[in-house]
């Protein structure tokens, strides 16, 4: 059984940053990909960024330049470096593990950016 738990989310003001970080545990194979996702009030989830192991980060058009995902394989660890937040960025952010067609998600952290 794999586990994905998040963490990190919190209120900012537009234009600060935030970190937030994805623990997985369980039976997780390679090759694997990992991403993060998130879903604003009244709006379906949508890709922010993904990381295949040993490919190129990939992200949305709107996060790009302001978003760096990152992982570490060995402790099977998936961050997202958020700057220069705004508003609409404001959202659940998941974090999602794709391994042997099957995906597995987290419950979910809360990012809201407001003044």
């Known amino acids: 059984q794999v586990q994905l738990v998040e963490s990190g989310g919190g209120l900012v003001q537009p234009g600060g940053s935030l970190r937030l970080s994805c623990a997985a545990s369980g039976s997780i194979f390679r090759p694997n990909a990992m991403a993060w996702y998130r879903q604003a009030p009244g709006k379906e989830r949508e890709l922010v960024a993904t990381s295949p192991s040993g490919g190129t980060p990939n992200y949305a058009d709107s996060v790009k330049g302001r978003f760096a995902i990152s992982r570490d394989n060995n402790k099977n660890t998936v961050s997202l470096q958020m700057n220069s937040l705004k508003p609409e960025d404001t959202a659940v952010y998941y974090c999602?593990?794709?391994?042997?067609?099957?995906?597995?998600w987290g419950k979910g952290t809360l990012v809201t950016v407001s003044s």
């Open positions: 999602n593990l794709m391994v042997l067609a099957m995906n597995y």
